[in-house]
């Protein structure tokens, strides 16, 4: 069965990783590692069953390979998770347990932080492996990769307002700014720099109080964000809003924002297409996150992570190009320049070296 799935999904090899001891219950999965060492965060969830752990890892980790090729990186898709309550489970051993996990891996997975995961586990995970991202700055790591993905994303929506409307004038249009979190408060703060008009919401209301008094954003209720008039809908808390109900409310001709697995079906993707609304494919446009960590591997330098953000903007240029020259909707063109990639490049690989092992450069303290 597993294997059936695999099959469809292509992916290299899924580690089960156990531990009596430390109460270690954890997933490994190494989607693709054509272009590089899997990259990919760790989550920890009280997953209901076994099988959504493995649905998850499964699904997370082929999404890394399709963010790094597209995002031009030399890294390929992997995630782990761990099956636990992050109020209760944790444990230095718990971590130091899995950190040896992905040490036996050899450098093929890289692991990093993702939900219910923070800076102090990952210590953890340090002292048992170097194959780790997102560690303390202390230990020469790129600390929180937010703001890199609030700015790459401000890349992404120039690259979508120069192709709708000719410009790449920030402030000339308003935004509809759904979770103002990490991203979402650094990225209507980069809007508002700017002059533009911004609408916010969310369920914690200390946050929205902050957009409103920091930033001078105009608050909504949560369901109302999909009625306002703004120009760009910029979904940046949960996956799946851009649904069925959503559709014909979204006024918006552009929809760019920092979520994961924003289009609820592939179906709607190609409504929007159909509706003329450009759909700056999710992830190309919060790859910031990920190009920032990757930058661990050579030496963490926080100017050289700001420029790299820029190369955003031609991503999504190119997947726009792709869209227009094969008539085909945004996110499929994302899809097909990922594969594209991956297959061109996997032709000058000579197949007997297997992945290269990353050597990071410039950390300590292990
Ligand atoms: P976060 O948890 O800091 O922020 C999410 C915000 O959304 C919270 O303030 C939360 O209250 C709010 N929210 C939750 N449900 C909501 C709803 N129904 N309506 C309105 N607001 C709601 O997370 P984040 O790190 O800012 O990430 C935001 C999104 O961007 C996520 O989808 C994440 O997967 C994606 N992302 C983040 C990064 C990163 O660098 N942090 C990188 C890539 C992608």
Request: aromatic fraction near 8%; proline fraction near 3%; hydrophobic fraction near 40%.
């Amino acid at each position: 069965m597993l294997f059936e799935t695999i099959a469809k999904t292509g992916h290299e090899e899924i580690v089960f990783c156990h531990n009596k001891d430390a109460g270690l219950r954890a997933i490994i999965a190494i989607h693709n590692t054509v272009l590089g060492p899997a990259l990919g965060g760790t989550r920890m969830w009280p997953y209901a069953t076994e099988q959504d752990a493995i649905n998850d890892v499964l699904r997370l980790s082929r999404g890394m390979t399709y963010k790094a090729a597209v995002s031009g990186l030399n890294l390929g898709g992997g995630k782990a998770v761990i099956i636990g309550d992050p109020g209760k489970d944790k444990s230095e051993a718990l971590f130091r347990a899995f950190g040896r996990f992905v040490n036996s891996l050899g450098g093929r997975y890289i692991t990093a932080e993702d939900v219910g995961i923070d800076v102090n586990d990952m210590e953890h995970v340090f002292r048992e492996t170097e194959f780790v991202t997102g560690v303390h700055q202390v230990h020469g790591g790129s600390g929180d990769p937010s703001p890199f993905t609030a700015y790459g994303t401000l890349q992404g929506l120039m690259a979508a307002l120069q192709v709708k409307y000719g410009n790449e004038e920030v402030g000339k249009y308003s935004y509809s700014v759904q979770g103002v979190g990490h991203v979402g408060m650094e990225f209507v703060k980069l809007l508002r720099e700017r002059g533009a008009k911004v609408w916010v919401t969310d369920m914690n209301q200390d946050a929205v109080r902050r957009a409103v008094d920091e930033y001078g954003c105009e608050a909504v209720g949560l369901d109302e964000i999909y009625d306002v008039p703004a120009d760009v809908y910029s979904p940046t808390a949960l996956g799946g809003t851009i649904n069925e109900n959503t559709i014909d409310r979204i006024k918006a001709k552009i929809i760019c924002g920092a979520a994961n697995n924003q289009l609820a079906t592939d179906a709607i993707g190609d409504e929007l297409q159909k509706r003329g609304v450009l759909y700056a494919p999710d992830y190309a446009v919060n790859a910031g996150g990920l190009m920032n960590v990757s930058l661990e591997i050579d030496g963490y330098n926080r100017e050289r992570a700001m420029r790299m953000m820029r190369t955003i903007y031609y991503n999504l240029g190119r997947i726009f190009e792709i869209s227009a020259r094969d008539n085909i909707p945004t996110y499929r063109a994302a899809d097909h320049m990922a594969e594209e990639r991956i297959e061109k490049i996997g032709k000058l690989r000579l197949p007997h070296l297997g992945v290269q092992a990353p050597r990071f450069q410039g950390r300590s303290g292990r």
